[in-house]
């Protein structure tokens, strides 16, 4: 991250000349922690992540995030959409039971939806849930992960 700041209003130089005034603060940040500063953050739970970056994914695998891609260009979103959909997926297959069961509640909450329906969607859209080249039995064990929390939203009611 890289942060410009002039507080002091003095001339400078611009491609017109010189200026006097004060200058707006100006934060850079990399397409990574842009995507997290201002998309991830704002989104409950490792699921309801999920969830997001499944919905950014095309047909053809690629991710569709006008705001990231126009800042950062489209090659740098599109590995940085990758990258963070691969560790998302990660996170969530290392996660115990419990944890997924406690973010699940914490996800559908903020979807304002029920939980049953929050997992159904999800098992929908299991297919897109998987980012490109998501490593060996990730879609299986994806699936498992997905129908316990089922089976347990089912039997807790």
């Known amino acids: 991250m890289i942060t410009c700041s002039l507080r002091e209003a003095f001339p400078y130089q611009t491609e017109t000349g010189l200026v006097s005034g004060k200058r707006n ?3 850079l940040k990399s397409v990574r922690e842009d995507l997290q500063a201002r998309t991830l953050s704002a989104i409950s739970g490792l699921l309801g ?11 053809d695998g690629s ?16 590995r940085a959409l990758g990258e963070a959909h691969k560790s998302l997926l ?11 069961q406690a973010d ?3 996800s559908s909450k903020a979807q304002q939806v029920p939980q049953e329906r929050f997992v159904t969607d999800l098992l929908e859209k299991e297919a897109l849930l ?10 299986r064990h994806l699936s498992s ?10 039997h807790s009611r």
Do not use: D
Request: charged residues 15%; without cysteine.
């Open 130 to 139: 998987l980012p490109a080249q998501p490593g060996a039995g990730s879609r």
């Open 104 to 106: 699940l509640q914490e």
């Open 49 to 59: 992540k999920l969830a997001y970056l499944a919905g950014l994914r095309q047909q």
């Open 63 to 78: 991710y569709s995030h006008w705001g990231l891609s126009r800042v950062h260009g489209e090659e740098s979103a599109q």
């Open 25 to 27: 603060e100006m934060t």
């Open 90 to 100: 990660s996170n969530v297959l290392r996660a115990p039971i419990s944890q997924l």
């Open 145 to 154: 992960v997905l129908q316990a929390l089922s089976a347990l939203v089912r």
